[in-house]
């Protein structure tokens, strides 16, 4: 049973940067794609980023595009978010996600999104005015 632990969330001014990451226990994560989400209070969990297996492809949702990067260190079986150029308007819970099957895709769509099942607890970004 694989286990997502995200780390490095906390609260920054508008305009800085922040690095998520994501850290996978119990299995190997180099043949999954991965995908970060987020939830704001009294909005539903949206998928920000994600990226295959092999790391060869990525899709961002529109509003991170140019400011978000994600990126996959598969010795080290972690998932990566470097956010900058934040905004007010990205303060939420971000959370890691796995694709449950290895291999499913090369080439990631807008709609990957829902093979990605496995979530981790989350952490909290929280961006100041």
């Known amino acids: 049973q694989v286990q997502l632990v995200e780390s490095g969330g906390g609260l920054v001014q508008a305009g800085g940067s922040l690095r998520l990451s994501c850290a996978a226990s119990?299995?190997?994560?180099?043949?999954?794609?991965m995908g970060w989400f987020r939830q704001a209070p009294g909005k539903e969990r949206e998928c920000v980023a994600a990226?295959?297996?092999?790391?060869?492809?990525?899709y961002y949702q529109d509003s991170v595009k140019g400011r978000f990067t994600i990126s996959r260190d598969n010795a080290k079986n972690t998932v990566y978010l470097q956010m900058n150029s934040l905004k007010p308007e990205d303060t939420a819970v971000y959370y890691c996600?796995?694709?449950?099957?290895?291999?499913?895709?090369?080439?990631?769509?807008?709609?990957?999104?829902?093979?990605?099942?496995?979530w981790g607890q989350g952490t909290l970004v929280t961006v100041s005015s």
């Open positions: 996600a796995a694709d449950s099957q290895p291999f499913r895709v090369t080439t990631i769509s807008r709609e990957y999104y829902r093979y990605l099942e496995v």
């Open positions: 119990g299995r190997t994560v180099s043949r999954y794609g």
């Open positions: 990226i295959s297996w092999s790391g060869g492809s990525t």
